[in-house]
């Protein structure tokens, strides 16, 4: 059975000094730079072979604007994936670049890293001119389940910058999923509220929701989500008259 990719990227690292050789279409002395274009697994393990070059080749890739957008953001990538924590200050540094790309690369890197930091700047970037920088925010603190995050994610779904003019934006799904994931009891009456959005897609995350703080069913798998909302609608009213 052939092994999976993480299997075969774990044999390479443990492979020592013969790792490189046993890498389909690399050879030894592979710049950092197109080491970049490989796959994840490979691309660590050159880079790392490559030792304290690689890292600084890596930050010189990060800092250049002349290199490509994608390039720029996996080098930014690889250096929390190989830094780890010592890291930390070339991802800051990325995490105040003006490059809407780098913000997103090193929020994505610090994630793994340092909760705290992650969570103090996924905060500070869910105000973000970037819509892109703005949903790495989003999956962030999802990705954190830090409950207390809940109320400002809840302002998030309805301010204006994840609206454009009047059509709802993706990132509110993507604030939905998470406010699903972090809301406690108590949180029914804004979830009933996100059932009357004129946005289908962040209906379905919502009835999860209620569903799991609840632990209520209504309806069954054949049911679709129209009819499931229609029937957590009534429910709600039903027990609040006076909420509708």
Same mark, same amino acid.
């Given at each position: 059975?052939?092994k999976s990719k993480l299997? @075969?990227?774990?044999?390479?690292?443990?492979?020592?000094?013969n790792?490189?050789a046993?890498?389909?279409?690399?050879?030894?002395?592979?710049?950092t730079?197109?080491?970049?274009?490989?796959?994840?697994g490979?691309?660590?393990? #050159?880079?790392?072979?490559?030792?304290p *070059?690689g890292?600084?080749?890596?930050?010189?890739?990060?800092e %250049?604007?002349?290199?490509p957008?994608?390039?720029r953001?996996?080098a #930014?990538?690889? @250096?929390?994936?190989?830094?780890?924590? &010592?890291?930390?200050?070339e991802?800051?540094?990325?995490?105040?670049? !003006?490059?809407?790309?780098?913000?997103n690369?090193?929020?994505?890197?610090?994630?793994?890293? *340092?909760?705290?930091?992650a969570? /103090?700047?996924?905060? !500070?970037?869910?105000? *973000?001119?970037?819509?892109?920088?703005?949903?790495?925010?989003v %999956?962030?603190?999802?990705?954190l389940?830090?409950?207390?995050?809940?109320?400002?994610?809840?302002?998030?779904?309805?301010?204006?910058?994840n609206? +454009? /003019?009047?059509q709802?934006?993706?990132?509110?799904r993507?604030?939905? &999923?998470?406010l699903?994931?972090?809301?406690?009891?108590? /949180?029914?009456?804004?979830?009933?509220?996100?059932?009357? *959005?004129?946005?289908s897609s962040?209906?379905?995350s919502?009835?999860?929701?209620?569903?799991?703080?609840?632990q209520? !069913?209504?309806?069954? +798998?054949q049911d679709?989500?129209?009819m499931?909302?229609?029937?957590?609608?009534?429910w709600?009213?039903?027990?609040?008259?006076?909420?509708?």
């Open positions: 059975m052939l299997a @075969l990227a774990l044999t390479f690292a443990l492979a020592g000094t790792a490189l046993a890498i389909p279409k690399t050879k030894p002395g592979v710049p730079s197109e080491a970049l274009s490989l796959p994840l490979n691309r660590l393990i #050159v880079i790392r072979e490559q030792g *070059d890292y600084r080749n890596l930050v010189k890739i990060m %250049d604007t002349k290199q957008m994608e390039m953001w996996r #930014v990538t690889a @250096l929390g994936r190989i830094g780890g924590r &010592e890291s930390q200050p991802l800051e540094k990325a995490l105040g670049s !003006k490059e809407w790309y780098l913000r690369a090193a929020l994505v890197a610090m994630k793994n890293i *340092d909760r705290e930091t969570n /103090g700047w996924a905060r !500070k970037l869910l105000n *973000d001119k970037a819509l892109m920088v703005r949903v790495a925010a %999956d962030t603190l999802a990705l389940r830090d409950s207390s995050a809940s109320e400002v994610l809840w302002q998030k779904l309805y301010a204006p910058e609206f +454009k /003019g009047k709802s934006l993706f990132i509110r993507k604030i939905v &999923e998470a699903a994931l972090l809301e406690g009891r108590g /949180g029914e009456a804004r979830f009933v509220r996100v059932l009357e *959005d004129h946005d962040l209906h379905p919502a009835i999860g929701a209620l569903e799991r703080i609840t209520v !069913k209504l309806g069954g +798998k679709t989500t129209t499931k909302r229609e029937r957590w609608q009534a709600w009213k039903e027990k609040t008259p006076a909420a509708l």
